[in-house]
């Protein structure tokens, strides 16, 4: 298919849903829309670019409609309603329903997303997050009967002076309410199932990893294996966020590229129709270990489009498997669009990684090879430039040595999660046959994350390393990406024009 088609397919989508969300679209606006297209189809026969404008504009009607029915469908969960009806201060209530996700344990709670299937014993249909104590035992797949105060999530003033959207954040997953001062008045096990098994290993590894690695090692590496962040302390994630290495332990795109790299690296002596399969692969089955998350799903999905790039050896194929993946995910789910954050950063880091790449890469040409140090400095100078406005208005953080400390700790940051992979499974052997086994990958492991805290720590130490922009208005940076955009598509077209990119 033509790269004008897809993009004007994934635009309109994308701008429809955008608009949706916003604003109410009439359906004799929907209607016209439809006949401009019909138009366009009949005057450009043998015309591209007419033909292109007609697809846009019925790609704009089908967001529009799949927004409508999403909202829809929102709107009509019992549980939206009953919790819009409830007083400020909300109401104690006794909920029955299926824990629906793998509980997040942090230091004092434990969040735990329940289908809701009755409220004070009346039907209700929707799902919110409870608010247990931390030693709770649940898992899931569990049928609950839970205490708490039911009430309406409330937006709150980030650290960068920011109102954080909770409400939208928590509608991207589904949940229209919270549960908070929870109490666990009686549970059934969960039945066996696929995720269930998943989340049931992701547990088990945590643990084995928590006896391996001393703190704050072993947290660590479950979030740059997991993606857990619960036991990192708020120092130490402060520290990561002003050397600007927090995508580490997040499942980023960027991560989950690097992981691919390793892959393709380690299976160089294969050929290249064995190699990029068996990556794939081992990609879907890293996904399936760390519990398929969306957040996991999605980042896996950014490496997959770098992957199917080198493949073809074509920038063009990446740009457009983007653009595919991308309206398919915001189809599926409108509300990521605007309120999720993980997908906006994702996005964006992606394009400007395909488009800015070539450019920042001959900027670059100084930089030695050796350990994939040029690489991995262009692909992440490349990621910084394009996330920068968003990073500006969702964390307020700018990073002014972000481009060293990555370039420091990127190089170990694979071997580090391949040496806590196999430590985590190989102390799964009972006895001390499997302590023996596990010490060597987790002493290089251990030596390796050393490194990375080292970095993240000098950096944060150094004066003026970092600054907070306060509450950055949101049309600052949509005027910012602007000029970005536009120096994105000359980039591109400039290294399309030249030579296929790799």
Not at 357 to 368: G, I, K, Y
Not at 437 to 465: K, M, S
Request: aromatic residues 12%; proline residues 6%; charged residues 10%.
């Amino acid at each position: 298919m033509s790269g004008s088609f897809v993009y004007a397919l994934a635009g309109g989508i994308c701008i429809g849903v955008a608009l949706s969300l916003v604003f109410i679209i009439p359906v004799w606006v929907l209607a016209g829309l439809l006949c401009v297209s019909a138009v366009f189809v009949v005057l450009g026969r043998g015309n591209v670019h007419v033909f292109a404008y007609a697809i846009f504009c019925a790609a704009l009607v089908v967001g529009c409609v799949r927004t409508e029915l999403y909202t829809t469908t929102w709107n009509a969960q019992t549980l939206v309603a009953l919790a819009h009806g409830l007083p400020e201060n909300g109401k104690k209530v006794t909920v029955a329903g299926v824990v629906d996700a793998d509980p997040d344990r942090r230091d004092t709670t434990l969040h735990a997303n329940i289908k809701v299937e009755a409220i004070n014993g009346a039907p209700v249909q929707g799902t919110l997050i409870a608010f247990f104590p931390s030693d709770m035992p649940l898992l899931y797949g569990q049928h609950v009967d839970a205490k708490g105060t039911l009430r309406l999530p409330d937006a709150f003033q980030g650290d960068g002076g920011n109102m954080f959207d909770y409400p939208h954040y928590l509608q991207v997953q589904g949940i229209s309410a919270m549960l908070t001062s929870a109490q666990l008045a009686s549970s059934t096990p969960a039945p066996l199932s696929l995720y269930g098994i998943l989340f049931f290993i992701k547990q088990k590894f945590n643990i084995s990893l928590e006896r391996i690695f001393q703190p704050p090692l072993g947290t660590l590496m479950e979030g740059i294996i997991l993606g857990e962040r619960r036991g990192i302390s708020p120092t130490l994630e402060h520290a990561f966020i002003v050397s600007s290495l927090i995508h580490i332990v997040v499942l980023s795109g960027h991560v989950f590229t690097l992981i691919a790299d390793a892959i393709m690296r380690t299976l160089s002596f294969l050929p290249k129709k064995f190699r990029y399969p068996l990556g794939a692969l081992f990609m879907l089955l890293f996904i399936g270990m760390v519990g398929a998350s969306s957040t996991a799903i999605r980042a896996g999905g950014m490496a997959f489009i770098g992957l199917l790039a080198r493949f073809f050896n074509r920038q063009s194929i990446a740009l457009r498997a983007l653009a595919v993946a991308s309206a398919g995910m915001v189809l599926w789910n409108p509300a990521v669009l605007l309120w999720d954050t993980s997908f906006i950063l994702s996005v964006l880091a992606t394009f400007g990684l395909i488009t800015c790449s070539p450019t920042v890469e001959h900027w670059l040409h100084w930089v030695p090879e050796k350990f994939e140090l040029r690489a991995i400095a262009t692909s992440t100078l490349s990621v910084q430039i394009f996330i920068l406005p968003a990073l500006l208005y969702y964390t307020g953080t700018l990073s002014f040595l972000a481009l060293p400390a990555n370039v420091l700790a990127l190089p170990v940051l694979p071997w580090a999660m391949l040496f806590g992979f196999a430590a985590g499974v190989l102390n799964f052997i009972p006895g001390v046959f499997g302590v023996v086994l596990a010490f060597v990958p987790a002493f290089f492991g251990q030596l390796l994350l050393r490194w990375i805290l080292f970095v993240a720590q000098t950096v944060e130490n150094i004066p003026y390393a970092a600054t907070t922009i306060v509450a950055m208005p949101g049309w600052v940076a949509f005027c910012m990406y602007v000029p970005l955009v536009i120096f994105a598509l000359w980039s591109y077209r400039q290294s399309v024009v030249q030579v296929p990119s790799s």
